[in-house]
């Protein structure tokens, strides 16, 4: 399952668009779904596009016949609850979510938590902000998503605690791109996008 945004100006990367503007946001933001639109779609399972205000008809997701869905009410957790809930109804046994905001996901570490999710029962990608960039699931635990201040540096560790008394496997830590402290860490990306990180200091 992978979570995103409809892609509409102004509304996505606001924190990136303090910085750069809401154009580029927009672009770059365009350009981390299409990279997780293709390392997503390098592996062999079932996968399925939550859009976070309307289905969009025709795009990338559609052009790689990802089943598609609209994410529920209410904050991140009680949405990525109910899309949990929704696929264990369905009969699915390993479920994995994954963030579209990574530059340095790649179909590998979406693999390697498939294997680890048939050897524990819950896999985590930390996100270098404290938050985590997938999660892994083999039955739906309410806990996780309750009392969590999603977006902020607390989540995997609070997360983390919830779970002490189940089998965790981590993958490696990636970097979650949210602000302009976190863009200038992707030098691929600033030259794919042909920024000079001067212009905005």
Not at 42 to 47: E, H, N, P
Not at 52 to 81: C, H
Not at 123 to 129: C, K, L
Not at 171 to 195: A, G, H, R, V, Y
């Amino acid at each position: 399952m992978v979570f995103v945004r409809n892609t509409q100006l102004g509304a996505v990367k606001t924190r990136l668009a303090a910085t750069v503007g809401d154009q580029m946001a927009l672009k770059i933001y365009r350009l981390l779904l299409k990279h997780t639109a293709q390392e997503v779609n390098k592996v062999s399972a079932d996968k399925k596009v939550f859009y976070s205000e309307y289905i969009k008809g025709v795009d990338i997701w559609g052009e790689m016949n990802f089943l598609k869905g609209l994410q529920s009410k209410g904050n991140l957790g009680q949405r990525m609850e109910s899309a949990f809930r929704s696929a264990f109804t369905k009969g699915y046994q390993n479920v994995i979510i994954v963030g579209s905001d990574l530059y340095s996901l790649k179909s590998s570490h979406i693999e390697t938590a498939i294997k680890q999710l048939k050897k524990n029962e819950v896999v985590i990608g930390p996100a270098t902000d404290g938050g985590y960039y997938l999660l892994g699931l083999k039955m739906s635990l309410p806990a996780l998503f309750c009392n969590k201040q999603w977006g902020s540096a607390t989540v995997l560790e609070d997360t983390l605690i919830d779970l002490k008394s189940s089998s965790v496997f981590l993958l490696e830590p990636l970097n979650d791109i949210d602000t302009f402290e976190d863009l200038k860490k992707e030098s691929e990306l600033l030259k794919k996008l042909k920024i000079d990180v001067k212009t905005y200091q």
